[in-house]
């Protein structure tokens, strides 16, 4: 028997013994396995108390999805998304703050996980997604909580805030705009373009924005390190979701929505001033949607607002999630009421 014929030999003679072992082990019952030390039969593992769930509930026939996290009988804190992105970018936030506190995060219609209905069975403004987050906190029976508002988010929670001041224990603002400064600057030159003439031409201007390269200067622009601190796969997801059918055009219609909001600004500012939430703002300094000049105007109606100003770009959880996680606890630990 020569060398090689000896070494097939014991490979095979291995191969036979391996496969032996693994099926005897596969072919015990679920008994067998149950009656290991440590493995009681018909025992769930228990979740970690900071584990992030995810559900679904139907708001006037519209399935809207969202993350939760943390106990129920903990006060709670609603996180409202931006533009581009979904409750996705509170992914790693969320258990950061769930050892302490209820954390819910919704998507919007037409983002995420949420229902996409069609543009002549829903409208897409700022109105109606405030009436939605409405009903949705309502329906999960939310009566206080703290609002964490970022982008989009400032409009749809402003909103909420103005309207039931009482249900508001505090507000984390990020990037999120309530002041005519916060939109002097060219990126709001051609939008405000179609806030005042709303033709076709104006809006095909605006829509190079929902494309790949204009999502991943959301992700880059700004950062300190964005190759090694933001991930990619959050513009690749946000975009994802504005590459389905027809989404493109909701997102030129809340474009649009926007203009509406400019309006309500001396609404808030005076909510601002009669109630005085505790307000805690990080924000981005180097965002050029909404740059650090549209987050020192609310030191002038909360001047007990806590401003901390941070090196980075528009989505400053991808960043420094981390320093804005603890800047929350102290915050929420001495602002909001167990």
């Known amino acids: 028997m020569n060398a090689t014929t000896r070494h097939v030999r014991r490979l ?49 026939g519209v399935k809207v999805f969202y993350r939760e996290a943390g106990p ?28 302490k506190y209820h954390v819910i995060a919704p998507d919007y219609p037409g983002y995420g996980q949420s229902d996409q209905p069609p543009m002549d069975k829903f409208e897409y403004s ?70 005042k003439d709303k033709t076709e031409a104006n809006g095909n201007a605006l829509r190079p924005t929902f494309e790949y390269g204009a999502t991943t200067w959301q992700y880059t622009e ?16 946000d975009q994802a979701y504005m590459d389905r059918p027809g989404n493109k055009d909701i997102q030129l219609a809340l474009f649009y929505s926007y203009g509406s909001n400019p309006g309500h600004y001396p609404e808030w500012q ?36 806590e401003l901390h100003m941070l090196d980075t770009g528009h989505f400053a959880l991808e960043e420094d999630g981390d320093q804005i996680a603890r800047l929350m606890h102290d915050f929420l630990d001495r602002k909001v009421k167990k």
């Open 12 to 60: 095979t003679q291995f191969a036979s013994a391996a496969a032996l072992v693994f099926a005897s082990t596969f072919a015990a019952t679920p008994a067998a396995f149950a009656d290991q030390p440590n493995v009681p039969a018909n025992t769930k593992p228990a979740r970690p108390i900071t584990a992030v769930d995810y559900h679904t509930v139907t708001i006037d």
């Open 72 to 99: 129920k009988n903990a006060p709670t804190v609603l996180l409202l998304h931006g533009f581009p992105t979904s409750s996705h970018m509170f992914r790693d936030l969320m258990p950061k703050l769930a050892d």
């Open 126 to 195: 700022f109105d109606n997604y405030a009436r939605v987050v409405d009903k949705f906190t309502t329906q999960l029976g939310l009566t206080k909580y703290a609002l964490y508002v970022q982008d989009y988010g400032a409009p749809v929670g402003f909103r909420l805030a103005a309207a039931h001041p009482e249900r508001v224990s505090a507000i984390v603002v990020q990037n999120g705009n309530a002041y005519e400064e916060g939109l002097d600057n060219p990126f709001w030159a051609p939008i405000k373009v179609y806030w």
């Open 222 to 237: 700004g950062y300190r390190d964005p190759a090694t601190h933001v991930s990619p796969d959050s513009r690749v997801l």
């Open 270 to 305: 005076e909510y601002f001033r009669k109630h005085q939430p505790p307000m805690l703002i990080v924000w981005g300094t180097k965002d050029k949607i909404f740059p650090g000049a549209g987050a020192t105007p609310y030191l002038r109606d909360l001047p007990k607002a």
